[in-house]
């Protein structure tokens, strides 16, 4: 049985549960398994599959402190523990006569979108605004999608500024261990806030749940 994608959180980079997991998101996208592009610090090492649309952050433990620049065979692996993950929803680019703005970071434009088209995450009911306990999400989940479901978010930011330079709107939601930064125009600008309801999901973050 494939797991959950939030019940990768705490795993090692050699667990069981994320090579199935792995294994399953290739049978639905276009491309095959290979091995992740590796970003290492001293506190953090990011686990970048591109073509999958899903980046692993995994935080040292014990002590452990990894150079910069490592790469995966470098890696005390045993001493690494899966701390959240990242889920990309690349927009396709709209028609324009004028030039790309510069906003979305030029790390992100390196993943593609995500290869499952509908998938669920599980939510704390008690917490939620509807008393589910799974959000359903495609390429088109929208902010008020999540707001519907989840509720008015535990934190939220972004979306200031002139359109061209500014940071899309994100919101979080502690409880479930869930954040969302919106993309697309309706997410920057000094209106973000009023077209936010309209904006397309471009990154989601799992994390472990946490209390206010």
Request: charged share 20%.
């Amino acid at each position: 049985m494939v797991p959950g994608i939030q019940t990768l959180l705490g795993a090692n980079p050699s667990a069981d549960s994320i090579t199935v997991f792995l294994k399953d998101l290739v049978q639905h996208s276009n491309t095959s398994l290979t091995v992740p592009d590796v970003k290492s610090y001293s506190d953090a090492v990011y686990f970048n599959y591109y073509p999958l649309g899903i980046s692993f952050l995994f935080i040292p433990q014990n002590g452990y402190k990894p150079a910069g620049g490592l790469k995966l065979e470098d890696l005390q692996v045993d001493s690494l523990v899966l701390d959240s993950i990242n889920i990309y929803n690349a927009p396709k680019p709209k028609a324009t006569t004028t030039k790309t703005t510069t906003s979305n970071r030029t790390a992100e434009l390196a993943f593609s979108t995500y290869p499952m088209s509908q998938w669920n995450l599980s939510l704390s009911p008690e917490a939620s605004a509807s008393n589910e306990s799974s959000i359903e999400i495609s390429f088109t989940s929208n902010g008020k999608d999540f707001v519907s479901c989840l509720g008015e978010p535990d934190r939220k930011g972004g979306g200031a500024g002139p359109s061209s330079g500014s940071i899309g709107i994100w919101c979080e939601w502690l409880k479930h261990g869930i954040m969302v930064e919106f993309g697309g125009d309706e997410a920057r600008g000094p209106q973000a806030w009023e077209r936010g309801k309209d904006a397309i999901w471009r990154v989601i973050t799992v994390f472990p749940p946490k209390q206010e």
